[in-house]
T-cell receptor, first 113, second 112 residues
Framework: QQQVKQSPQSLIVQKGGIPIINCAYE??????FPWYQQFPGKGPALLIA?????SEKKEGRFTISFNKSAKQFSLHIMDSQPGDSATYFC????????????FGGGTRLMVKP | NAGVMQNPRHLVRRRGQEARLRCSPM?????VYWYRQLPEEGLKFMVY????????ESGMPKERFSAEFPKEGPSILRIQQVVRGDSAAYFC??????????FGEGSRLTVL
């Protein structure tokens, strides 16, 4: 019940494309859904996060779509750039109960010039 | 404002030795989390601490692993009698009030 399943495992797009990464969770008590970006040899960095009271959140070129009934959420990267090439992790937690994040398995994104 | 500082960044140990990983949270942060990342995998929660208290250690292996966050000084993740399966990147994150987590750059443990 604590799992977060992420797909695809890897993704290759051309510059300017819109990669979409999907996550599904099981625990209905989760109420905080962040996305992290990780470059090789570095720690994860928070990109954008959403709470279940909204269905979409946009920050710059990054958009989260959230479907509470389906227990799914996704990350869209608009106008992707080679610099976006990284591993992306979705996560979920109970925000006011310690916020111990459960991570998905990650998606390795490559944006070709 | 310095970020979360972890050291050492790289650590090599032989089987049976002890590994100590240190984490200094961001200034003003009193909540610390440790995660483990195996190669090509996501991060797995290990333990959540506040100053002088372990809040949740549900992700910690029952044996050989321990963590502390003393009143003064960094948080320490200690692995006794390391085995090859302990080879991983260990990430520390801190938070001011169990909200947004800020991660360090990790400590990469290699067990020979």
């Amino acid at each position: 019940q604590q799992q977060v399943k992420q797909s695809p495992q890897s993704l290759i797009v051309q510059k300017g494309g819109i990669p979409i990464i999907n996550c599904a969770y099981e625990n209905t008590a989760f109420d905080y859904f962040p996305w992290y970006q990780q470059f090789p040899g570095k720690g994860p960095a928070l990109l954008i996060a959403i709470r279940p009271d909204v269905s979409e959140k946009k920050e710059g070129r990054f958009t989260i779509s959230f479907n509470k009934s389906a227990k799914q959420f996704s990350l869209h990267i608009m106008d992707s750039q080679p610099g976006d090439s990284a591993t992306y992790f979705c996560a979920a937690s109970m925000y006011n109960a310690g916020n111990m994040l459960t991570f998905g398995g990650g998606t390795r994104l490559m944006v070709k010039p | 404002n310095a970020g979360v500082m972890q050291n050492p960044r790289h650590l090599v140990r032989r089987r049976g030795q002890e590994a100590r990983l240190r984490c200094s949270p961001m200034k003003g942060h009193s909540h610390v989390y440790w995660y483990r990342q195996l190669p090509e995998e996501g991060l797995k929660f290990m333990v959540y601490l506040q100053k002088e208290n372990i809040i949740d250690e549900s992700g910690m292996p029952k044996e050989r692993f321990s963590a502390e966050f003393p009143k003064e000084g960094p948080s320490i993740l200690r692995i006794q009698q390391v085995v090859r399966g302990d080879s991983a990147a260990y990430f520390c994150a801190s938070s001011p009030w169990a909200g947004e987590l800020f991660f360090g750059e990790g400590s990469r443990l290699t067990v020979l």
